[in-house]
């Protein structure tokens, strides 16, 4: 299995108040993803990191920020946390963009009330 | 953007043959991906797709046809431990990956 620490696992907040997800890696793999999973939707990407302090915007990322100091860390912040935000968060890795598969995380169940 | 449907859910008997199909509609195509996901677990990767035909691996097999914006995943040998949710992934020329909303496969004894 690829070596991705997601944490906190699980975690239950309050309306307005900041969160912050760590993604941790020990592959030295260059390519770092954020998707929420939620029902019908499928995985859909928020941000993603093409190396250290490279980020860029995915699909959905009102309301999300991320920052990549190190390579192994990659860090997913609701500066505001809304209940729509409630969700099923995955952190990704890849070494190349390539033909190289993404592998996931274990997750993080984040439900804010 | 990109458009990927496949059925919500499959049900099939251990020892069968079940196909998941996955249209899609994009921008720009750069490879298709199949993951398999267990409730309450990460996806994991099964196959990868970026020129028409078949590629097997072991017991799954999956196709593409990219003049019909087409894939399937073939599960032969149906086993209890593959009930689980199969996503379908197009990937773009920038190099990022939309899932479909997955299809659930029960397998039943």
């Known amino acids: ?113 | 953007g990109q458009n990927i449907d496949q059925p919500t859910e499959m049900t099939a008997t251990e020892g069968a043959i079940v196909q998941i199909n996955c249209t899609y509609q994009t921008s720009g195509f750069n490879g298709l991906f199949w993951y398999q996901q267990h409730a309450g677990e990460a996806p994991t990767f099964l196959s990868y797709n970026v020129l028409d035909g078949l590629e097997e691996k072991g017991r799954f097999s999956s196709f593409l046809s990219r003049s019909k914006g087409y894939s399937y995943l073939l599960l032969k040998e149906l086993q209890m431990k593959d009930s689980a949710s199969y996503l379908c992934a197009v990937r773009d020329y920038d190099y990022k990956l939309s899932f479909g909303a997955g299809t659930t496969v029960t397998v039943r004894a």
């Open chain 1, 1 to 113: 299995d690829a070596g991705i620490t997601q944490s906190p696992r699980h975690k239950v907040t309050e309306t307005g108040t900041p969160v912050t997800l760590r993604c941790h890696q020990t592959e030295n793999h260059r390519y770092m993803y954020w998707y929420r999973q939620d029902p019908g939707h499928g995985l859909r990407l928020i941000h993603y990191s093409y190396g250290v302090k490279d980020t860029d915007k995915g699909e959905v990322s009102d309301g999300y920020s991320v920052s990549r100091s190190k390579t192994e860390d990659f860090l997913l912040t609701l500066e505001s946390a809304t209940s729509s935000q409630t969700s099923v968060y995955f952190c990704a890795i890849s070494e190349s963009p390539g033909n190289q598969p993404q592998h996931f995380g274990d997750g993080t169940r984040l439900s804010i009330l």
